[in-house]
């Protein structure tokens, strides 16, 4: 059974969707960007009903600001104290709980990576990790280098190229973030990559293998020299839309629930 939770935040008021079931390992699914509880496509209410009809309780919602909750959205690395009270809301209407492990997509992954442990997360799988500061509106260094690899490799772009169909002024300011030197230092992410160390073996990484905040994440990691368990599906979508994609998410955070039992 699917019901809705209202539960408080600093002052306001949150909602919240509880799917029940049985299991005593408990599912919070957090939601990327400013989408609302039900995921991109519906996705993330997909994943709870499956996974609840499966025996495995799964609780959703808005952060401040967002879909059906009250108060001001301050944006994932402010949404510390929601998904505190989340997890509160989680245990309260599901006594029967005995560990939460949590599942973030992008800068929600990037939520619960820096503030998961605060609010008694034992176990985190975090999609496409949010790592970048977003300067402009080009995709990340990283991502625009192995675009433009693949591009390259492809003989039908070289065609393009000599028929006029590429469109040069996008391929030079392409070019042009790549050649710049890289910052000294990147405040986001060597927080964002310190946070998942700090989780051991207690997290898994799920990325999707032609995703621009995949590719970037995957950068920023190798760079820092960590290399935590992690899955890569061979997709371009960030949302882990496609049938294949969904079904391989899903396994995914089924064994991360398994392996708490």
Request: aromatic share 4%; glycine share 8%.
């Amino acid at each position: 059974m699917r019901r809705l939770i209202a539960f408080p935040c600093d002052g306001d008021t949150l909602i919240g969707s509880l799917d029940e079931a049985a299991g005593a390992i408990g599912l919070l699914i957090v939601s990327g960007g400013n989408e609302i509880r039900a995921g991109a496509h519906r996705g993330m209410a997909a994943l709870a009903a499956t996974l609840a009809s499966e025996g495995v309780p799964v609780f959703r919602y808005d952060r401040r600001g967002i879909g059906d909750s009250g108060g001001v959205n301050r944006q994932f690395l402010e949404a510390r104290d929601d998904l505190i009270a989340a997890c509160a809301a989680f245990r309260t209407h599901t006594p029967h709980l005995t560990r939460i492990v949590a599942f973030g997509n992008c800068d929600a992954a990037t939520t619960i990576a820096i503030h998961g442990r605060d609010a008694g997360i034992e176990r985190a799988m975090l999609a496409n990790p949010w790592t970048v500061a977003r300067a402009d509106e080009l995709p990340p260094p990283a991502a625009i280098r192995a675009h433009y690899a693949a591009r390259l490799r492809d003989p039908a772009t070289w065609r393009r190229m000599i028929r006029g169909g590429v469109s040069f002024p996008k391929l030079l300011r392409g070019l042009r973030r790549i050649s710049l030197p890289k910052p000294q230092t990147d405040t986001l992410a060597n927080d964002v990559l310190a946070a998942i160390a700090r989780w051991g073996a207690d997290v898994t990484i799920m990325l999707a293998a032609r995703d621009a905040t995949a590719i970037a994440y995957a950068d920023a990691a190798r760079r820092a020299g960590i290399a935590p368990r992690t899955i890569t599906i061979p997709t371009a979508s960030h949302s882990f839309a496609r049938s294949a994609d969904a079904a391989a998410l899903t396994a995914a955070i089924r064994d991360l629930v398994t392996a708490c039992e």
